[in-house]
Structures are given as structure tokens and as C-alpha cells.
């Protein structure tokens, strides 16, 4: 059974940093490719960052570049999702998300929410 547990959001002012967290079971996480989405309130699911199975490539949307960054640990399957420099903005529910076989699967998201 395929399983995605996103952990590490909490509440944080301006300009901080979290480090989010996606744990994986049930299939061979070294060869999927892993993406960050995120969900404002009342908005739709929007992209945030995509790294490759090996993690020898990473992508990332404009608003969050040079401030996110994405990594894995094949050998732990786990992907993270630095934050740096956090903006009000970014206030969402954060969600680790991959495709097999044609299905999407994401987790039950990890809430960030950044106000002073």
C-alpha cells in the first residue's frame, strides 16, 4: 500500500525557516521522481518543486526559487522541502505527491502558516 506521511509544518513569523519532511512506504522510492505541492486557503493545489529519482535534477516554481530547496534520501524514503526566508504567501498546506502507474498519490499534508 502506497503511503505518503508529510510531517514538519507548523506556524512560523516572516522571514523563518521549517524543513518539511515526506516519509514514503510501499513502493521502490528510488525510482520515482518527487514533487512539493501546496494548497493556499480557498485556492487550488499549485506546484512548489520536482527532483528527480536520483535527485540529480530539481525544478522549482518562481515564487519559491532561491529560497526552497528540495532534496531526497533514497536510502531513508524520505524527500524534504527546505523553506527559507518565509513569506506570508507561502501560508498552505504542504503535500508531497508522485505518480505511478498513472495514479497520483499524495499525503494528507502538513500545514504552514506564516504571520507575524
Known amino acids: 500500500q502506497v503511503q505518503l506521511v508529510e510531517s514538519g509544518g507548523g506556524l512560523v513569523q516572516p522571514g523563518e525557516s521549517l524543513t518539511l519532511s515526506c516519509t514514503t512506504s510501499?513502493?521502490?522510492?528510488?525510482?520515482?521522481?518527487m514533487n512539493w505541492v501546496r494548497q493556499a486557503p480557498g485556492k487550488g493545489l499549485t506546484w512548489v518543486a520536482t527532483i528527480t529519482s536520483i535527485g540529480s535534477r530539481t525544478s522549482y516554481a518562481d515564487e519559491v526559487k532561491g529560497r526552497f530547496t528540495i532534496s531526497r534520501d533514497n536510502s531513508k524514503s524520505t524527500a524534504y522541502l527546505q523553506m527559507n526566508n518565509l513569506k506570508p504567501e507561502d501560508t498552505a498546506v504542504y503535500f508531497c505527491q508522485m505518480a505511478r502507474r498513472g495514479v497520483d498519490y499524495r499525503g494528507q499534508g502538513t500545514q504552514v502558516t506564516v504571520t507575524s
Open positions: 510501499g513502493f521502490v522510492f528510488s525510482n520515482v521522481v
